[in-house]
């Protein structure tokens, strides 16, 4: 007689999970700029990520942040560490949802407006930078943990990790230098929305590390049939 699947349909799978995180990390962006410009007629590249907030994907950009801190919230780690780190990250992702920067280019193709805040323009800046500061503490420290033995290819998982969490941590000091800086001569840079594409680059690695964790790639052999396990 056949043996029955334990497995309940109904159950979303802890790397299902993992790379709904990824993918959405990564195609954030891209989906504001296509959206932009299919649905608002915006060929005009906003001053960063956050500034599409007021724009015709406003709406798709919140509900993907709050899908991706949800995500976070939910998910189960590898001990009550893990636990608490992805859920401060979701916590942090739903922060930058709820207090939005203030809009501050004059060619955004805003369709809404709120008034200028100094305190939510900080505290959305600093939600920012502890949602990616977490994110590259899971790379750098969360993945990389095993339950057994070391296998080669979670050496090279580990080092994917490792590339990842070190590429969000310089793109956020990158992004603090860059916006705090009084040097009139950053000022040239403006026009090509460095902002914008450092958070990319933040983002993508992000997914990366995720998508890795996810067993979409770099899969050891012996775990192809597990549903979970590191």
């Not at 599409?52 to 976070?72: D, K, R, S």
């Not at 943990?145 to 070190?166: E, H």
């Not at 860059?178 to 090509?192: G, W």
């Given at each position: 007689?056949?043996?029955?699947?334990?497995?309940?349909?109904?159950?979303?799978?802890?790397?299902?999970?993992?790379?709904a995180?990824?993918?959405?990390?990564?195609?954030?962006?891209?989906?504001?700029?296509?959206?932009?410009y299919?649905?608002?007629?915006?060929?005009?590249?906003q001053?960063?990520?956050?500034?599409?907030?007021?724009?015709?994907?406003?709406?798709?950009?919140?509900?993907?942040?709050?899908?991706?801190?949800?995500?976070?919230?939910?998910?189960?780690g590898?001990?009550?560490?893990?636990?608490?780190?992805?859920?401060?990250?979701?916590?942090?992702?739903?922060?930058?949802?709820?207090?939005?920067?203030?809009e501050n280019?004059?060619?955004?193709?805003a369709?809404?407006?709120?008034?200028?805040?100094e305190?939510?323009?900080?505290?959305?800046?600093?939600?920012?930078?502890?949602?990616?500061?977490?994110l590259?503490?899971?790379s750098?420290?969360?993945?990389?943990?095993?339950k057994?033995?070391?296998?080669?290819?979670?050496?090279t998982?580990?080092?994917?990790?490792?590339?990842?969490?070190?590429t969000?941590?310089?793109?956020?000091a990158l992004?603090?230098?860059?916006?705090?800086?009084?040097?009139?001569s950053?000022?040239?840079?403006?026009?090509h929305?460095?902002?914008?594409?450092?958070?990319?680059?933040a983002?993508?690695?992000?997914?990366?590390s995720?998508?890795?964790?996810?067993?979409?790639i770099?899969?050891d052999?012996?775990?192809?049939?597990?549903?979970?396990?590191?």
């Amino acid at each position: 007689m056949a043996q029955k699947s334990t497995k309940d349909p109904r159950l979303i799978s802890y790397d299902t999970l993992r790379k709904a995180i990824g993918w959405l990390g990564i195609l954030l962006p891209a989906v504001m700029i296509a959206g932009n410009y299919a649905l608002g007629n915006c060929h005009v590249l906003q001053d960063s990520n956050s500034h599409y907030y007021y724009t015709v994907t406003g709406n798709l950009f919140t509900g993907i942040l709050c899908a991706v801190a949800l995500f976070l919230i939910v998910y189960k780690g590898f001990n009550l560490l893990d636990n608490i780190v992805t859920s401060l990250a979701g916590c942090f992702a739903f922060g930058i949802a709820m207090f939005p920067t203030n809009e501050n280019s004059a060619d955004s193709c805003a369709i809404i407006h709120l008034p200028l805040n100094e305190l939510r323009n900080d505290v959305h800046y600093w939600f920012a930078a502890l949602f990616f500061i977490t994110l590259a503490f899971i790379s750098l420290f969360l993945f990389t943990k095993s339950k057994g033995p070391t296998t080669k290819l979670k050496q090279t998982r580990n080092k994917i990790y490792r590339i990842c969490g070190t590429t969000i941590l310089v793109t956020v000091a990158l992004l603090a230098i860059y916006s705090l800086s009084d040097d009139e001569s950053f000022q040239q840079f403006d026009k090509h929305k460095p902002i914008f594409w450092l958070e990319w680059v933040a983002l993508t690695a992000f997914g990366i590390s995720w998508l890795v964790k996810g067993k979409l790639i770099l899969e050891d052999e012996q775990n192809k049939s597990k549903a979970h396990g590191r």
